[in-house]
């Protein structure tokens, strides 16, 4: 069993930037591909973007440009930075390590952007 830990949610005005970070446990950290999905009420919970274990990224369209995953093998550490933060990308964030073809979340955190 892998555990997934998000920190850094928090409240920020339009424009703002935040960087969220998550730990995933594990010796083979290195190996694993990790994600991060939002959601928000009523909506199915969505890819943000990912980073291989090469560390290539890949990012939905409407974060493009403004938030950058970033990973620390060394301390098995996952970050999103957001920038230009805009009022829709409110939702709960969640990491996501991709074992294999086994997922495993944390429990999210919450993001609000709001003036």
């Known amino acids: 069993q892998v555990q997934v830990v998000e920190s850094g949610g928090g409240l920020v005005q339009p424009g703002g930037s935040l960087r969220l970070s998550c730990t995933a446990s594990?010796?083979?950290?290195?190996?694993?591909?990790m994600a991060w999905y939002r959601q928000t009420p009523g909506k199915q919970r969505e890819l943000v973007g990912l980073?291989?274990?090469?560390?290539?990224?890949v990012y939905t369209d409407s974060v493009k440009g403004r938030f950058t995953i970033s990973r620390d093998n060394a301390n098995n550490m996952v970050y999103l930075q957001m920038n230009s933060l805009k009022p829709e990308d409110t939702a709960v964030y969640y990491c996501n390590a991709k074992i294999q073809l086994l997922g495993f979340w944390g429990q999210g955190t919450q993001v609000t952007v709001s003036s």
């Open positions: 594990g010796s083979m950290f290195g190996t694993y591909n």
């Open positions: 980073i291989t274990s090469g560390g290539s990224t």
